[in-house]
């Protein structure tokens, strides 16, 4: 067997590992298994990847990679619609490899997900605060990310627990997760007059040059109210 050391062989291993997730989605990783599929010795895979938890959070963070290829760019647009987009990827992500999702999200650690690290919270992080900079949230920022990804995950794992994808299900639990953050302000902006007040109220400073503090609070009420 090749026993090479390039990152050729890094990817190589990785790709392999990647499959057999896919095939037995759920059960344990041999790395023995994983060495005989990429065609290396295991010295070479731990070369690389050091403990099988290095391999694992390899793998994780090609699934993250993967995940997050799928979601719609979202700049310029409503930022509620973006969290739409996301969900939907999220589990479309979720329910076409399972293996990988029960790696990333089915198998907690307590205390290991850092949500600043997380780049799905990241970009859910950034459309909440859009959504908040337009005055379209009724909880906090942090509330109402931590609501959207709990309620997601929770959604993509029961259709993997089933093996049964359920878009209604899941397009019903994304607009009532949606509601609840936003209330009223859950239905994407069309109109032109919404639409450009929004985009002033992202992009008004905290306090303008030539305002004072209470005109400035009463022109960001305008704008919400607009």
Known sequence: MADSRTPDTRTRLLEAAAGLLAARPGEDLSMRAVCEAAGVKMPTLHH????????????????????????????????????RELWDAHVAFGVANPGFYALMYGQPVPGSLDPAEDRPTRALTEL?????????????????????????????????????????????????????????????????TSSEASRLLAALPEVPEGFTPAEAALLRQWLKAL
Request: hydrophobic letters at 50%.
């Open 128 to 192: 909440a605060l859009q959504a908040d900079r337009q005055g379209r949230l009724v909880v906090d920022v942090e509330q109402a990310v931590a609501q959207v990804m709990a309620a997601s995950i929770g959604v993509t794992l029961r259709q993997i627990v089933l093996d049964a994808p359920d878009p209604e299900l899941s397009a019903s639990a994304r607009e009532a997760t949606i509601a609840a953050v936003a209330g009223d302000a859950a239905e994407v902006v069309h109109d032109g």
């Open 48 to 83: 690389f990847f050091g403990t099988k938890d290095g391999l694992l959070e390899a793998l994780a963070a090609l699934g993250v990679d993967r995940l997050m290829a799928g979601v719609p760019p979202h700049a310029d647009q409503d930022p509620l619609q973006g969290v």
